[in-house]
DNA sequence: CGCATCCCCTGCCTGC
DNA sequence: TGCAGGCAGGGGATGC
């Protein structure tokens, strides 16, 4: 579910199905998700090309012809599911597992060549706007939000000045929207693992000087991008075939070094450690006591 | 302001 | 087999 990786691959899944297609349909099936849908959404959507499948952080953005950007965050459990009416892989089962069965379906997009694509979520944490263009960037859901972790503006002269002083762990640095923007509680995890530093370090004790760059706010900088990019990687590999498969989009198999993992042996090469859980703000983390420092 | 806690919702797994 | 409790990848609201 839906850190930055996992909504980058339905991002690319979606833009496949989408992009340049118009709406002929929205089937809404629920008045609301985590917040009210939009007044009016079906009508004001149906008709309506979809330009371009964009991203932020963990939001997706659909630019529709004439203005308006459909913002959607698929919370914890939000999931797309893509079927081809003109030639579905496996027959049957869209209609058997999402469209009669599935009472989580909230909304259902028909495009013009056919393709039936359904939002559902289980737990409703996820929601969708719709907003002007003018209004995008200062939306109170984009307003705020910190560099993404893989563009220039995530670099560790940055990241030095934004933990400067700061009492705070490194995981809740990481979870921090404002800060860097995408990542969640397994790619925290992951990354600090990757980077050999402990989750319940205070963050200001990686920079020596207030604002000034070091070698360990570069290395997790660096660690970041490294998890990000080896899970966009896992996902992109699996969506090649996701036509082929179920048309679920962004759930593949991606091995975790920590995530989940407690009891086993640390991965890095020459630690022996073990793998430990232990709750950090009421959340799992996952770590090696002996190499993460 | 920074930081931690609680909470929204449903499903699944575990242990009794 | 039933049931209670814990847990789940997000983030907004609240209170210290």
Redesign the pocket.
């Known amino acids: ?3 930055l990786p ?1 909504v980058e691959t339905v991002r690319r899944g979606l833009a496949l199905a989408m992009e340049g297609r118009v709406v002929t349909r929205l089937d809404q099936r629920r008045p609301d998700l ?1 917040f009210a849908l939009p007044e009016n959404f079906p009508a004001r959507i149906e008709g309506r090309r979809i330009l371009r499948l964009g991203r932020r ?3 997706l953005l659909a630019d529709i012809e004439g203005g308006d950007t459909l913002l959607m ?5 939000g999931r797309f599911t893509i079927a081809n009416g003109a030639a579905p892989a496996r027959p049957g089962r869209f209609h058997h597992d999402i469209a009669a069965h599935d ?2 379906v909230h909304l259902v997009f028909h495009l013009e060549d056919g393709t039936i694509i359904a939002y559902d979520d ?4 996820g929601y969708m706007a719709l907003i002007g263009e003018a209004e995008l960037e200062t939306c ?2 984009l307003a ?1 939000l910190g560099p993404e972790p893989l563009g220039n503006g995530f670099n560790a002269p940055a990241l030095a000045t934004a933990l400067g ?5 490194l995981k ?2 990481l ?4 800060l860097v ?8 995890c992951e990354a600090l693992h990757e980077a050999a530093l402990s989750p319940w370090r205070a ?2 004790t990686l920079v020596t000087r207030r604002g000034l760059a070091n070698a360990r706010a570069s290395r997790l900088v660096d660690a970041v991008r490294t998890v990000l990019m080896a899970a966009i990687a896992a996902g992109g590999s699996t969506l090649r075939d996701f036509a082929h498969a179920d048309g679920e989009l ?2 593949f198999q ?1 091995s975790f070094k920590v ?2 993992r407690d009891g086993q042996p640390c991965p890095r090469a020459g630690c022996g450690g073990t793998v430990r ?1 232990k ?1 950090h ?4 983390t996952f770590y090696c006591p002996r190499c993460q420092k």
């Not at 965050?73 to 459990?77: I, K, Q």
């Not at 002083?165 to 762990?169: C, D, E, K, N, V």
């Not at 703000?281 to 799992?284: E, K, W």
């Open positions: 579910m839906p850190e996992e985590r952080a963990k939001y965050h698929l919370g914890m459990s009472r989580h289980p737990r409703r944490f109170r859901f705020g002083g700061r009492t705070t762990s809740a640095v979870l921090n929207q404002r923007a995408g990542i969640g509680n397994i790619y925290a963050a200001g962004g759930y991606h995530y989940d859980r709750p703000n009421g959340r799992s």
